[in-house]
């Protein structure tokens, strides 16, 4: 199989609501798609699917291997007696039968993985007491210690702090250039476009889907947004102003070629 994920003719219905309406999209080896729309397109029913957490009304999901998942925040652990290292340890059952002890070795390795994300020196922390960027960034080591090649990380850069925001943005880099794929949530417009190789814009069904610089288009910004996000194209015919009316979108300014 070429294609770490392939999507075909995806659809979910919660009893009469159609959540997501054939949706098929493939994802090969080394891409990061930024999965984009408004509230309600179905973006979280779909990382959903794609987990294997519910059964599609239609369509098939194929995947090379189980995806590692990084939430926006995992405020259940923030009640337990977990340190970061001991979160991110439990990326290593991933790995092995539960009942096998993890090993000293695949200690290293996570205190490895907490280095990577620049929390090395927060391995005794309890999680409670780091902050929420601090928290994104253990989730995300919790993911690399699985090994898996696919990843879905939900709103990953909402709302962190600075130094968060530039530690996953260059290990995205680096995890695109190992041949992983990512598959990541957002509504900041700006930063979709930055880190991604793929955009996919959502909303029930595809709207489009392909290269960003190809993707990104008024047109599809307006099927996309349709009520709640004003697109004005100005006299340079490659510049595009993106106005948020509602809570979709994260910044208001974006510049694109249609």
Known sequence: ???????????????????????????????????????????????????????????????????????????????????????????????????????????????????????????GSQIGELSGGQRQRVLLARALLSQRRLLLLDEPLNGVDATTQEVIVAILAELRAEGRSMLISTHDLQMARRISTRMLFLNQSVVAYGPADEAFTPEVLRRTFAGSLLVVEGDDPGLVEVVDSGSCIGHEHEHSHP
Request: charged fraction near 25%; glycine fraction near 10%; hydrophobic fraction near 45%.
């Open 1 to 123: 199989m070429s294609d770490l994920l392939a999507v075909s003719d995806l659809t979910v219905r919660f009893g009469r609501r159609l959540a997501l309406d054939r949706v098929s999209f493939d994802v090969p080896a080394g891409e990061t798609v930024a999965v984009v729309g408004p509230n309600g397109a179905g973006k979280t029913t779909l990382f959903r699917a794609v987990l294997g957490a519910l059964e599609p009304s239609l369509g098939s999901i194929v995947s090379a291997e189980p995806a590692a998942y990084v939430p926006q925040s995992d405020d259940e652990e923030l009640d337990y007696p977990l340190t970061a290292l001991d979160v991110v340890l439990i990326g290593g059952y991933r790995r092995r039968p539960w009942y096998r002890p993890l090993g000293r070795a695949l200690r290293h390795e996570a205190l490895d993985q907490l280095g990577r994300v620049g929390l090395a020196d927060r391995a």
